[in-house]
């Protein structure tokens, strides 16, 4: 008997996952099957009145370990037990669905798989957007990594950017080039940073547009007029909360400028 396991990422917490998930309730919000059934509650039991006949759905009682598995009663009586778990994942939760090839086809196989997939892909759209819509999903707020790959992030220990909830933090950004070059003009490195700052929103389901604090910090006050030029450039009609200072120096000699931003995801 052949085993397949299909997983999903949710960016909710595996406690608020868990929870919506092992209310039989919530059942037929997310399976297609039982979505296209008339289905009554009895107890902790789901009666389904499918095409078939009569299906019978059971969870295992709750408990602290995201275990989720149902039985399935068919109609005939065979029973097909679906183990399902809810694990923690750096992004969230994950939810793992185990299918075994019982007396099917590989044809028939595949089709169930991609039933479940489509289930799960239902499941996490559901509870993703109730975590953006109202926080329904209980727990902190998720925390999400964004790295552009520089060097220094894993010496260091930062990420470029952190997402918690609606606000995401960019770390302070140097004028970095992918061939480790560094144009000298105070404009040309500005520029720069904010290319590198803009990716980092975008991967963090931000835009430049939602940015509502920016800081810059630079080594000469020769640098504030180019400096000015570039960050104007992008934020001249966003007009975010901003500040420049002169300081001592940067990690790097050759650079000028460094700038860090936050943003308010929808604020726009």
Known sequence: MFSRHVSTVIEASAKAVYEFVSEPDNLPKWAGGLARSEVIR???????????????????????????????????????????????????????????????????????????????????????????????????????????????????????????????????????????SCDPDAEVQARRCLEIIETALTEAGATLADVVRTRMFITTPDAAAGVSRAHGAVFGEIRPAATMIIVAGLLDPRWVVEIEAEARPGSA
């Open 42 to 180: 009895r107890g902790e039991e789901l009666i389904a009145e499918s095409p078939m006949g009569t299906v019978t759905v059971r969870f295992v009682p709750r408990n602290p370990f995201g275990v989720v598995d149902h039985d399935v009663v068919l109609p005939d009586g065979a029973v097909v037990h679906n183990p399902l778990r809810v694990l923690d994942h750096p992004d969230g939760a994950e939810v793992v669905f185990t299918l075994r090839q019982r007396d099917m086809s590989d044809d028939e196989f595949d089709r169930d798989t991609r039933m479940v997939e489509d289930d799960l892909a239902r499941l996490q759209s559901l509870l993703e957007a109730r975590e953006e819509a109202d926080g329904a999903a209980t727990g902190p707020p998720m925390r999400r990594l964004v790295s552009s790959g520089s060097p220094y992030e894993p010496e260091i220990g930062f990420s470029r950017a952190v997402r918690v909830g609606d606000r995401v933090l960019v770390s302070g950004t140097g004028p970095v080039w992918p061939d480790g």
